[in-house]
């Protein structure tokens, strides 16, 4: 079974400062990762993916993550938040042992003060 | 590239009311998916095609909810009574690889 866990529902930045958003999952299989994006009335944006090639995955907008499969967590960074990355992220697994299906974190919500 | 369609932006119905939902993939992508995002939480598989075949819908309420894909291009998503937690935004999705793109979504209202 797969499962994903987002640490936290709601992280607060300052503008300029790191961004941490944080994710632990759970897979029989090697598992595929992602980091997906959702601005307010706005579709879902992939930021990034880990397919089993490097552990440092770098994304759009700056985003990287890292696959640490000792920890079994993909925690998401970003040096230096800016206002427009507020919106909320989804830590995302998938499996192509399960035909592509992917299983969604509850979502964290990022806000940045100015 | 035009990416994934869906309508309506927005439904408001009274319970036992039906309701139906439209989604366009992205041409050319074969698997279609349809999620619904209940307020607060992250997105839940409910039905996943393969061309015009069910590949998993086994998170679908099937007494309720029904969809089809009859020529494997779009896609309706159906609620037939709609009950008041079956408020949510419905995801459309299609995938090309191990990359799934979504559409903006339907967001219904039940009273």
């Known amino acids: 079974a797969q499962s994903v866990t987002q640490l936290d529902s709601h992280v607060s930045v300052s503008e300029g400062t790191p961004v941490l958003l944080r994710c632990n999952y759970s897979?029989?299989?090697?598992?595929?990762l992602f980091w997906y994006v959702q601005h307010p009335n706005k579709g879902l944006q992939l930021l990034l993916k880990?397919?089993?090639?490097?552990?440092l995955v770098k994304g759009i907008n700056g985003f990287e993550a890292e696959f640490k499969k000792s920890e079994t967590s993909f925690h998401l960074t970003k040096p230096s938040a800016h206002m427009s990355d507020a919106a909320e992220y989804f830590c995302?697994?998938?499996?192509?042992?399960?035909?592509?299906?992917?299983?969604f974190g509850q979502g964290t919500e990022l806000s940045v003060k100015p | 590239e035009a990416g994934v369609a869906q309508s309506p932006r927005y439904k408001i119905i009274e319970k036992r009311q039906s309701v139906a939902f439209w989604c366009n993939p992205i041409?050319?992508?074969?698997?279609l998916y349809w999620y619904q995002q209940i307020l607060g939480q992250g997105p839940k598989l409910l039905i996943q095609?393969?061309?015009?075949?069910?590949?998993?819908d086994s998170q679908l309420p099937k007494d309720r909810f029904s969809a089809e894909r009859l020529k494997g291009v779009d896609s309706t998503l159906k609620i037939q009574p709609a009950k008041l937690e079956d408020s949510a935004v419905y995801l459309c999705?299609?995938?090309?690889?191990?990359?799934?793109?979504f559409g903006p979504g339907t967001r219904l209202t039940v009273l």
């Open positions: 999705a299609s995938s090309f690889m191990d990359e799934q793109f």
């Open positions: 897979s029989s299989y090697s598992p595929s």
């Open positions: 095609f393969q061309n015009n075949g069910v590949v998993d």
């Open positions: 995302v697994v998938g499996s192509a042992n399960q035909g592509g299906k992917l299983i």
């Open positions: 880990y397919t089993s090639a490097a552990t």
């Open positions: 041409s050319g992508h074969a698997t």
